[in-house]
């Protein structure tokens, strides 16, 4: 079954607006949290790593006080994105680093969804 | 429920011919795609298939049956470079991806 999700799974918003994605790790805790961005048929590009209790790291290129990251405790992350603009129109994904049952492995990611975010 | 099955890990050895296999169950079926992903980094996108069949693209070759919900990735020409996760990951009728566990494939020379 799923580990991690996100809510919502789409939203359209109109220009302008803030838009809050959330990402919840199910039944575990997630010490890392990922967030990506999709575009269509291409590899995903990590938009920021996010520790729990502290600021998220962003990658070179996104701009933190556009993408708001809070993880404010272990099963949960949110991303928001203020004042979106139609280029911000994207698949936005999430993924959560848990140790692993299997190997107890804690390299393992589960990756959510996806929140698919329209801007009019 | 939304299923999708794949080997934990698989071994094999360089220059050779690795097949991972995947199977799913999504509510409705808008394509499977399948990533590639190093310790570390960002999954990268290999390949997406909507319609049955084969789909080559230099050494990687994607497989996809929806009518057995099956797929399967196959590497020929097997480098070192290659070991990594490889991600198997059906979107749904919502346009939702389901994730695959992720088979570990390591290259031994």
């Known amino acids: 079954g799923a580990v991690v999700s996100q809510h919502p799974s789409w939203v359209i918003c109109k220009s302008g607006t803030s838009v809050k994605i959330e990402c919840r790790s199910l039944?575990?805790?997630?010490?890392?949290m990922f967030w990506y961005r999709q575009f269509p048929k291409q590899s995903l590009m990590l938009m920021a790593t996010s520790n729990e209790g502290s600021k998220a790291t962003y990658e070179q290129g996104v701009e933190k006080d556009k993408f708001l990251i809070n993880h404010a405790s272990l099963t949960l992350s949110t991303l928001t994105v203020t004042s979106a603009h139609p280029e911000d129109s994207s698949f936005y994904i999430c993924s959560a680093k848990i140790v692993d049952p299997r190997t107890e492995s804690t390299d393992t990611q589960y990756f959510g969804p996806g929140t698919r975010l329209t801007v009019l | 429920g939304q299923n999708i099955d794949q080997p934990t890990e698989m071994t094999a050895t360089e220059g050779a011919i690795v097949q991972i296999n995947c199977t799913y169950q999504t509510s409705g079926f808008n394509g499977l795609f399948w990533y590639q992903q190093h310790a570390g980094e960002a999954p990268t996108f290999l390949s997406y298939n909507v319609l049955d069949g084969l789909e080559e693209k230099g050494r990687f070759s994607s497989f996809l049956s929806r009518s057995k919900g099956y797929s399967y990735l196959l590497l020929k020409e097997l480098q070192m470079k290659d070991s990594a996760s490889y991600l198997c990951?059906?979107?749904?009728?919502?346009?939702?991806?389901?994730w695959g566990a992720g088979t570990k494939l390591i290259i031994k020379p």
């Open positions: 990951a059906s979107m749904d009728s919502n346009y939702q991806l389901i």
């Open positions: 039944d575990f805790q997630a010490t890392t």
